[in-house]
């Protein structure tokens, strides 16, 4: 299939598009899943529960392109155990496209995890790869709650290029694992507020 995907605007600085295919919210979901896994060079999985039907998809999607590491671990694990992946992979040496994906917030709130813990989390997991030499060009997403939109807000805030393809009808499940809809809706959760300001500029004197 081709990218049935044109990018509209930019908002906050982020690239926002909508994939327009689906006749039901699981269709929607699945074709926006490959688009974005055919998209990277690699699809970066990180994930507390791997056996549900979203992470199922996104690891058929990905397929001999996936690298993934579970979140109960440590930062340094982490980085340590996707290097060690990405390191296997015949992969461009520099302007790597990742597609990031995994769990919503509705199952690391199982744990109590909260998304300003999963962005920071994920910021100190990109920061890893790039102090490592890993040569991020790009981060694209679903945009969905928990590890997409930590991706993300972590690349935002270290200056990495960022695009976001959601599923028709800009459909994400919040918290609560109910389903939300409406482009409003999707791209509020990526407003820049004072303390995300805060965030980006942390990263910026680190980068100095």
């Known amino acids: 299939m081709e990218n049935p995907t044109t990018y509209s605007d930019s908002y906050e600085n982020i690239q ?3 994939n327009k295919y689906g006749s039901n919210a699981s269709q ?13 060079h690699v699809t970066i999985q990180l994930a507390i529960d791997f056996n549900t039907s979203g992470e199922q998809r996104t690891a058929k999607s990905a397929g001999n392109k996936l690298v993934k590491s579970d979140m109960n671990k440590s930062v340094d694990e982490i980085v340590s155990e996707l290097i060690d992946q ?7 040496a520099e302007g790597l496209k990742i597609n990031i994906a995994g769990n919503g917030i509705y199952t690391f709130a199982q744990q ?12 100190a997991i990109l920061r890893g790869l790039l102090d490592k030499g890993i040569d991020i060009s790009e981060i694209r997403s679903g945009g969905q709650t928990g590890i997409d939109e930590a991706g993300v ?21 919040d918290k609560d694992n109910k389903t939300q809809r409406g482009e409003q809706k999707f791209k509020e959760r990526f407003k820049i507020t004072p303390e995300e300001m805060a965030k980006i500029g942390e ?4 980068d100095c």
Do not use: C, H, M
Not at 112 to 123: A, M, P
Not at 203 to 206: D, T
């Open 16 to 18: 926002f598009a909508e």
């Open 28 to 40: 929607a979901y699945a074709i926006r899943t490959g688009e974005n896994a055919r998209y990277g």
């Open 86 to 92: 990405l390191d296997n992979k015949n992969l461009p």
């Open 112 to 123: 109590g995890v909260t998304q300003s813990e999963l962005n920071d989390k994920v910021t």
């Open 153 to 173: 807000i972590a690349a935002r805030r270290l200056g990495i290029k960022t695009s976001i393809v959601a599923p028709k009808g800009w459909l994400f499940r």
């Open 203 to 206: 990263q910026k004197k680190k």
